[in-house]
């Protein structure tokens, strides 16, 4: 059963660092690309992030770039994402999601002073 959970979210300060984190099982982790996404109440899905199978290669969204940087550990079945210089526009649900794969249940990123 393909199981992807993400954590490390929550509240933070503008300006603030946050490091999310998403542990994936049920399939070959080392074998599949992986990318983040968010979805703001009221807004469409954006693809925040993505890594190839080796890591070797990560692209951004221009809204993040710069700030967020994505990497992963196929020792651990992980992928992170690393915010930093945290803005309010940041708030979202992220997820994280195995392309063709699966996609987790998100963890809440909220950006407020």
């Known amino acids: 059963q393909v199981q992807l959970v993400e954590s490390g979210g929550g509240l933070v300060q503008p300006g603030g660092s946050l490091r999310l984190s998403c542990v994936a099982s049920?399939?070959?982790?080392?074998?599949?690309?992986m990318n983040w996404y968010r979805q703001a109440p009221g807004k469409e899905r954006e693809l925040v992030a993505a890594i190839t199978s080796d890591g070797a290669n990560t692209i951004y969204a221009d809204s993040v770039k710069g700030r967020f940087t994505m990497s992963r550990d196929n020792t651990k079945n992980t992928v992170y994402l690393q915010m930093n210089s945290l803005k309010p526009e940041d708030t979202a649900e992220y997820y994280c999601?195995?392309?063709?794969?699966?996609r987790g249940q998100g963890t809440q990123v909220t950006v407020s002073s």
């Open positions: 999601d195995a392309p063709r794969i699966g």
């Open positions: 049920g399939f070959t982790f080392s074998s599949s690309a």
